[in-house]
C-alpha cells in the first residue's frame, strides 16, 4: 500500500482494547491529496507505482540508517536489514526526466499536504505530512538546483530567530541524486502551534525526484529514533578518566510542540479522504468518527508507528490473492497483483478486536489497461528491510479509518468514520 502516511505491523499476537482518546482544544488542518496512483480514465499507472516503490524502500532505508545510528541495530526487529539504495531503471529514469518538463498537476492519494510557516516574520511553505519519517526540510534560497526554481524558499536572511547547528542533513533516492543541506533551528508555526528552536534543514540540493511534486518539503511524525539531526555532546569523566561522548536525536515537530506545551493532548490523527482530509493536532476531532477508538500499543523500539497483532483476512480466510478466484501476479519484482475488476476481494486488518475492512474502491488502483477486466490490488509484496512479518499500511487502509496517534501512551487507535 503507498502513502506517505503510513504505519507499520507486524503480524503477530495481541488483544486489543477500546479505550477512548477525548478531543480537546486541539487545531484542524485541511490537508490536500496528491499523487494518484490510478489515471483519471481509470488505468494503473505502474511507472508511477514502482517509482513510488522506489521512493518508499529509499526512505525506509534511510530510516533504519538512522535507527542504527541512534540507537543501535539491536532495535532492529528480526528479518530488519538495512536494503541497497534502491535504483530507478534506466527506462523509467528517461520517463521521469521527460514528467520534470510537464506542467504540475493536482492529484490526488498518495501525499497528504498542508501548509506551515517557518522563520520570523513568517515564511510559508506547502509540505507532506508524513507519519513514516522523523525530520523536516524544506528548500534553502541557497539551492541552485532547477527543482528548487519551482518551490517555495526559505531564506535564513530573513528570519531573526534562525540559528545555524553543526553537521549535515542528507537522504540519497534511486536516481542517485539527494536531498542535503546544514542544519538550523528556527520558529515553526503549524495551524496555530507555534514552537521555536526546532531542527530542521533548509536543504541546498533538492533531489529531481521532487520535480513533479508540488509540495515544497516534507514534516515527519514518527518518533525521535528515526531523526537525521543529532546533538552531540563531549565530556571528560574525570571517574573513568577517558572522553566520553553522548549523541541525542533531536525532535521531531510534534514532539517539540509536547515538550514545549503547545498542543494540549499528545495525540495527533488523521482522517484521510478525497474530500474534507484533515490532520488534528493536539486530540481528536470527535466529529469525524463514531463509537469508541479501538487502540493498540506500539513497540517503540523501532522509532515507527510499529503495532504488533495484526492478522489479515481476505474474502474470510487468511492468505491474500490466494483466496482471490482470478488473481494472478502481475509484477513480480515489485509484487504487484491483479484480480478481476468485476470480483473485487474483500479485505480487513483485525488486532483481536474489530475487523476494519478496506472499501472496494480502496482496494482498486485501476485496470491493467483498458478493458482488460483485470484490477490491481492496493496490497503489494515488497520487502523493504523492515523484518518478518511486517506491513506497511498507508491511505489505501487509513482511508477507511480514522486514526489515531498517540505519544501519551504510544498507541494507535482505530475508529469507525462518521
Known sequence: ???????????????????????????????????????????????????????????????LINL???????SFKPGAEIKPLARIPERLAKLHMKRQSESLTDENEAEWSGSISIG?????????????????????????????????LYDTTKS????????????HYGDGSSVSGPVFTDTVNVAGISIKDQYFSPVTTLSSVFSDDPIDGILGLAYPKLSNFQQVIEFY???????LTFVFSQNPFFNTAIEQSAVKEKVFAFKLAKE???????????????????????????????IQGASILANKKTEV??????????????????????????????????????SKDNV?????????????????AQDLGLGDNTWLLGDSFMKNVYTAFSFEDDTVGFAALA
Open 237 to 243: 569523566n574525570v571517574s573513568l578518566k577517558a572522553d
Open 321 to 358: 490473492y490466494g483466496a482471490i478466484d482470478g488473481a494472478t501476479l502481475y509484477d513480480e519484482k515489485n509484487g504487484f497483483y491483479s484480480y478481476p475488476c468485476d470480483t473485487p476481494p474483500t479485505i480487513a486488518f483485525t488486532w483481536g478486536g474489530s475487523e476494519w475492512a478496506i
Open 276 to 306: 474534507g482530509s484533515e490532520l488534528f493536532l493536539g486530540g481528536v476531532n470527535d466529529k469525524l468518527y463514531t463509537g469508541k477508538i479501538e487502540t493498540h500499543a506500539v513497540d517503540t523500539s523501532t522509532g515507527f508507528w510499529h
Open 160 to 171: 531573526s530567530t534562525t540559528s545555524k547547528k553543526s553537521g549535515n542533513f542528507t537522504i
Open 364 to 380: 482498486n488502483l485501476g485496470q491493467t489497461k483498458e478493458g482488460s477486466g483485470q484490477c490491481i490490488g492496493a496490497l503489494a
Open 120 to 152: 520570523t516574520p513568517a515564511q510559508k511553505f506547502v509540505i507532506d505530512f508524513d507519519t513514516g519519517s522523523s525530520d523536516l526540510w524544506v528548500p534553502s534560497a541557497a539551492c541552485t538546483d532547477d527543482v528548487c526554481a519551482k518551490k517555495s
Open 1 to 63: 500500500m503507498f502513502c506517505k502516511a503510513t504505519l507499520v505491523t507486524a503480524a503477530l499476537g495481541l488483544i486489543a482494547s477500546a479505550t477512548p482518546i477525548l478531543n480537546t482544544n486541539g487545531v484542524r488542518i485541511p490537508i490536500a491529496s496528491r499523487a494518484a496512483l490510478t489515471s483519471e480514465d481509470g488505468i494503473f499507472d505502474h511507472d508511477r507505482a514502482i517509482l513510488l516503490n522506489i521512493h518508499t524502500i529509499n526512505k525506509h532505508r534511510a530510516n
Open 68 to 74: 542504527e545510528r541512534n540507537v543501535g541495530a539491536h
